[in-house]
């Protein structure tokens, strides 16, 4: 292979001598050369020297005229490199140092460019496939060729100052050190870290040991035990239920000791409690072996059993999907273990992992991050090919969202399904995508399970040390199809008839330990005997296994219970001065801030809202709603794309010194000793930051947990949380939640994308009383909806339809007394017009309009306009569960009229085909003439509006008028009569 050195090498002829005197330059004066080669010579300093000055006695000192030229002390590496700027060594001058100087400080440069190659790129050539199917690439940066060493020269000495333990060594030596540390069974990623300080811990823990663990006898036989019983959990489902879906670990069983080191090493650098995420594959194994979930209780659930007490709420969900926890004990300390359950979809619960870790660690007050630690594992498939993935990273070290660093374990089994890793990622490894944060990455060969015990204890010491993100990628392989009903030969018949041949990870390490000595003969065949029996006990026992009990409302969630009754108020009125003490926190700033000239203004309206009581508009009754709370030591914690202002410039709940960009949050500053109040920006990510506030949520039910989308059309982007956690996981996992989204909507004519929250999807979601809906039409209302999620004995997700110009619109505003003693949450809102005489009695209506959101301010001043009085407008506020009692109640004023639903949405949007049958059965119910309620709104349409402003208020001006449009009263008979 051409050497670059032979071509255009900086390191021969006369760039050699540039070389060799850019370095002895370096030595007298590090400024003097450029920053790259600073970090480059960096790797001789000191000692170095020495090395130049024991040569032939020489005092080498920079000469004036030298082959740098003058002056020339800021060359960069590139230059030279790039053969530009070295100029031509003169042989006239006297060389300061002999020839065999040069030759050797060359040496020693050219086998420390090889050592940093192998840094590098080394993994590059490790063994990390157990089935030896990937050829390890050649790569000419690993070729001591490349740096123009020929065979001859490999057995000259060469100086490396103690880099790799070594002073002067051999380049064959070098080149043993560098294989056996760097391409071995272990291949280290890490020099894209950016934190020096981080790389040489990693370096240092990696050339230390030549990334070779240490293992006592008794540790080595810990590791075998942990194998054997990943194994034999596997072969003995296997026997007795051949066939059934299991998605079993066989060929990654090296993941059962690597896990079980995480949580050892973990607990004695303090971890107390583990949350782990992670897919089907291994899921039970790690049920049993990790978390210690009684094997009869996997036994019961496989003879299909359910998981908990047979009449147990829920739709329930299969075995693999299942959480569990549990407490395990290390050294005298105990670590708590959750198992979170998670959907089918690859990967989605990751940063629902992320927000329970960071609940978690509040509520243990692990301000450093050290207690609380999240786990998550993944296929080598999913892991590069799923989205949220780098959204996961991405809030790894946020403000609002770090968690002290997550490990990530890579089940790398190298295959995906029926798909190659050829067809699954363009990067070379599946674990590229950690490398956005910098994160050191271990790959290790599944076989070699000493080694991935090892990875498995620098990274968690990585992780503590640090508080950063570290991925351990364990290649393994899939010993049967993607479950065990599958054929696996139809698509990968060569890799399978090499998996048929290849001896089991627990049979190679018991050969192992037997060669060894560490273990008799026959001992590894005993331990199996022995776990065969602890498992045909338990098989036994597992025919007359009954769950006890369900754990769902323990800890943290004990004393709440299911949701009863139908109106299901809570308790949410606030006295007068509490709302004062708010509302004078929120609309004055120190003497000292310097508020934005327009912010100045906006406090001074919301002073002049608290001095009438009147006119609270919609950002005000939502300060007032969190600010209660905070001040009854609730936490509130708001997460969204630009909501501590807000999109719309309405919440200004963070407020900015325009001198030094300092902010200021009014909120936090209602009273000594009230609860915080949280509210981040969050990055431009909907699932990932959604999953985030789900999870936080599901651990902290005791907090007002929001999030807000930029637009409520964006929520789509985080649609697997909706269908998969937010609207079912009560259902199937008996977790409730009480995670409030608010969702901007309304059709103000902004175009197709800027109008709908596509309330009819989670509308159609609603069943099993799992969410509640609303589209709400007053400050207060809001206020109440929001206090109410925390002053109930449950939880239920709360999805909001929020305002956009309402926020601004003077009849979108309630009084300070709608907020104050002896107010609540209304599901219903009758007309106001009626009490103040603006309508005729009800026996007079002829119409009720039905409607919700935005729409009904455009039906009511239209109304006023034509000076309608036998219209009546009821605003049905929340639309699941759908508030039956009242709408009977109300509906049943007006037998009489006429019933309409009146929607801004197109008509296969918004809430009508929820609403249709649901009002046509309480209308036969209230035996009402009409017997079916009229839709009157936009046609049904496949984009949710028009981008025209001319045809949208075309549109809105039709539909109003069509919902105010009576037919003709018709003609008495003395009439017709006359006509006649
Ligand atoms: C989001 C999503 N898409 C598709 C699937 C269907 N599916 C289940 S497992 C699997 C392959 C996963 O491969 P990998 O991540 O390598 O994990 P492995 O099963 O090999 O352990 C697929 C495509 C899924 N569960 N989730």
Redesign the pocket.
Known sequence: MASHFEDSSFLTGANEAYVTELYARFLNDPGAVGADWVEFFGQLDGSAKEFLREQDGASWSPRETSVLGCGNGGMSMSDATAGVAAPAYSSAQPVPAAAQIRQATTDSIRALMLIRNYRVRGHLHANLDPLGLVEPPSHADLEPATYGFSEADMDRPIFINYVLGLETASLRQIVRVLEETYCGNIGVEYMHIQVPEEKSWIQERIEGLRTQGSFSELGKRAILERLTEAETFEKYLDRKHKGTKR?GLDG?EAVVPAIEQILKRGTQLGFEELLIGM????RLNILANIMNKPYRAIFSEFAGNPSAPEDSYGSGDVKYHLGTSSDREFHGRTIHLSLVAN??????VNTVILGKVRAKQRQRGDVDREKVVGLLL??????P??GIVPETFDLSQLHGYQTGGTIHFI???????T?NPSQ?RSSPY?SDVAKMVSAPIFHVNGDDVEACVHVARIATEYRQKFKKDVVIDLWCY?RHG?NEGDEPAFTQPLMYQTIAKHPTTRQIYADRLEAEGVIENGEADRMIDRLRKEMDQDFEASASYKPNKTDWLEGKWEGLGMATGEARRGDTAVDMDVLREIGQAISVVPANFNANSKIIRQLETKARMFESGQDIDWATGEALAFGALLVESTQVRLSGEDCRRGTFSQRHAVLIDQKTDEPYIPLNKIRFGQAPFEVIDSPLSEFGVLGFEYGYSSAEPHALVMWEAQFGDFANGAQ?IIDQFISSGEQKWRRMNGLVMLLPHGYEGQGPEHSSARLERYLQLCGDDNLQVCNLTTPANYFHALRRQVHRNFRKPLILMTPKSLLRHKRCVSRLDEFGPGTTFHRVLWDDAQLTGGLQPDKNIRRVVLCAGKVYFDLLEERERRGIDDIYLMRVEQLYPLPRKALLEELGRFIKADVVWCQEESENMGAWTFIDRRLENLMVELKMPALRPRYVGRPGSAAPATGLMKRHLKEQKALVDEALTLPAKPKTRKVLRKAK
């Open positions: 998605f990654g897919p089907h594959r291994g959907p089918s979809h690859l990967e989605a993944h296929g080598d498939a999913a892991f090919g799923q089940v790398n089994n190298q295959i995906g399904f798909t699954s599946c899939r993607h697997v």
